[in-house]
């Protein structure tokens, strides 16, 4: 199997909505997103699939090393084999690929975040740098589209992060802010035992808000000179509104279910920004 046959492979086998946007590239753009796209996932599979936090952080460790000795002309993982030949040729930088790791390593670090700062932090390393490296392989000309690639990213993780509470907590883990679960009376507790209320209601309606709020101001960041290019973002985009618009109208039901979108319609939300431009 050659380096891009398996991060082909590992793009596909995710069944992220990302691959429905990677559909309409051309090739050379489509290899580069796909291979970036491989390593955001094998180091997130670190994390997902961890019984042993020791072990996961000496996989992210070997994982910084190998992302080092990349950048050195040595690459001896398959994604990094795919990757570093184009890396230059759009802006990939070593400092984006540790920032990724960075972000899984809190993961095995923390299970709580105090406020909304905190949580913030989280989604820049693993989704505002991804949204930023993305934002290059897709083209961009204009330096404002890296603020509105960074927002879209902090809307797109919020979305996870919604949609996973009950995941999440299966875990042990609440994204969500301590600061706004004592804001609306929700005990940490009532999370870990997917209890469900009038409370958590109100909670869940306060973050869907923010995120929403947050692809407002990510679109409004866009510039128009560079709104045709980043065509796959904006279908992300579509993607995840459309998703946390169905988790609002099913009243947050998201502690014992993972509330999704078929792929049909993913592949129609796409389209659809493909080919008229519209959210």
């Known amino acids: 199997m050659t380096p891009q046959d398996y991060v082909q492979q590992k793009a596909a086998a995710s069944g992220s909505s990302f691959y429905y946007a990677f559909l309409f590239l051309p090739p050379p753009k489509r290899a580069a997103i796909t291979a970036f796209y491989a390593f955001c996932r094998e180091v997130d599979d670190v994390v997902d699939e961890a019984t042993d936090t020791g072990v996961a952080a000496t996989k992210l460790a070997w994982w910084q090393a190998q992302v080092t ?5 040595q690459p001896t993982h398959p994604v990094m084999q795919a990757l570093m030949p184009i890396a230059a040729d759009y802006g990939i930088e070593q400092r984006h690929l540790q920032a990724v790791i960075e972000g899984c390593q809190m993961d095995l670090q923390q299970t709580r975040y105090l406020d909304y700062p905190g949580l913030q932090r989280y989604c820049h390393l693993v989704a505002g740098v991804v949204g930023e490296v993305a934002a290059q392989i897709f083209g961009q000309t204009q330096s404002q589209t890296t603020a509105y690639a960074h927002t879209l990213g ?6 996870n992060i919604i949609r996973d509470v009950g995941e999440d907590a ?10 706004d679960l004592q804001q609306f009376g929700v005990t940490a507790q009532e999370i870990l035992n997917r209890k469900y209320s009038d409370r958590f209601t109100a909670l869940m309606t306060f973050q869907a808000q923010r995120a929403q709020g ?12 560079d709104r045709r290019a980043q065509k796959p973002g904006l279908m992300m985009a579509s993607i995840y509104r459309a998703l946390l618009r169905e988790i609002e109208h099913d009243q947050f039901q998201v502690l014992h279910q993972r509330i999704s979108l078929t792929p049909l319609r993913k592949l129609w939300l796409a389209w659809k920004v493909q080919a008229l431009g519209r959210l």
Do not use: E, N, V
Request: aromatic share 10%; glycine share 6%; proline share 6%.
């Open 154 to 159: 902090q809307a797109l993780q919020l979305t």
């Open 170 to 179: 299966m875990r042990g883990r609440i994204y969500l802010p301590m600061s």
């Open 69 to 73: 000795q990349a950048f050195a002309g």
């Open 214 to 225: 947050l692809y407002d101001q990510a679109l409004a960041l866009l510039p128009a000179a």
